[in-house]
């Protein structure tokens, strides 16, 4: 008995490597797919992009800010936090590019009081082909 448990012994070692190896190998994969899936989803905001995002237009479209209708309507932190699904995304995006393309934003109202906050010509066109390339890449997936 215990003889036939020795020559046994490296069977059951391959057997078990083998297992341990497919199982490892297994999560791997399935790690990768959770990665890619997360990074082909997600918004990419160049550090210029969130640059300008932060100082003329977080201020009134985050999840804090006090008016109610603008974060409604357009939340930046819902960009890259999963609260917008990919079509919520693409919509918002589209909108971005509307609401720059008629000049509307930052608000005009707010800018008399806050002319510093209005976009440069660069500016307004560096977010817009941002928001243009983002909403490509996600509905080309
Ligand atoms: C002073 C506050 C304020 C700032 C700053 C501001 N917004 Fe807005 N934004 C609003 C308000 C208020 C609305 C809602 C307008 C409405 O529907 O009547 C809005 C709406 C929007 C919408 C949604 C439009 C729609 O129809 O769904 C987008 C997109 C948007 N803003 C983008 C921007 C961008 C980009 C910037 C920066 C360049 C910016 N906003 C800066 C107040 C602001």
Same mark, same amino acid.
């Given at each position: 008995?215990?003889?036939? /448990?020795? /020559?046994?012994?490296?069977? /059951?070692?391959?057997? #078990?490597?083998?297992?341990?190896?497919?199982?490892?190998?297994?999560? #791997?994969?399935?790690?990768?797919?959770? /990665?890619?899936?997360? @990074?082909?989803?997600?918004?990419?905001?160049?550090?210029?992009?969130?640059?300008? #995002?932060?100082?003329?237009?977080?201020?009134?479209?985050? @999840? =804090?800010?006090?008016?109610?209708?603008?974060?409604?309507?357009?939340?930046?932190?819902?960009?890259?936090?999963? +609260?917008?699904? +990919?079509?919520?995304?693409?919509?918002? #995006?589209?909108?971005?590019?509307?609401?720059?393309?008629?000049?509307?934003?930052?608000p005009?109202?707010?800018? @008399?009081k806050?002319?510093?906050? =209005?976009?440069?010509?660069?500016?307004?066109k560096?977010?817009?082909?941002?928001?243009?390339?983002?909403?490509?890449?996600?509905?080309?997936?």
């Amino acid at each position: 008995m215990k003889k036939r /448990i020795t /020559i046994l012994t490296p069977f /059951i070692l391959l057997f #078990l490597s083998y297992f341990m190896f497919s199982y490892t190998t297994e999560t #791997l994969n399935m790690n990768d797919e959770v /990665i890619n899936s997360i @990074t082909l989803d997600e918004i990419e905001i160049p550090n210029d992009v969130q640059e300008v #995002l932060k100082e003329k237009c977080y201020g009134c479209h985050n @999840t =804090e800010s006090k008016g109610v209708k603008s974060k409604k309507k357009f939340n930046i932190d819902h960009l890259t936090d999963g +609260k917008y699904s +990919k079509g919520k995304l693409v919509s918002k #995006l589209g909108k971005v590019v509307e609401e720059l393309e008629e000049n509307n934003m930052p608000p005009e109202k707010f800018l @008399t009081k806050y002319p510093d906050k =209005e976009l440069t010509t660069e500016e307004s066109k560096l977010l817009m082909e941002w928001a243009k390339s983002q909403r490509e890449a996600l509905m080309g997936e």
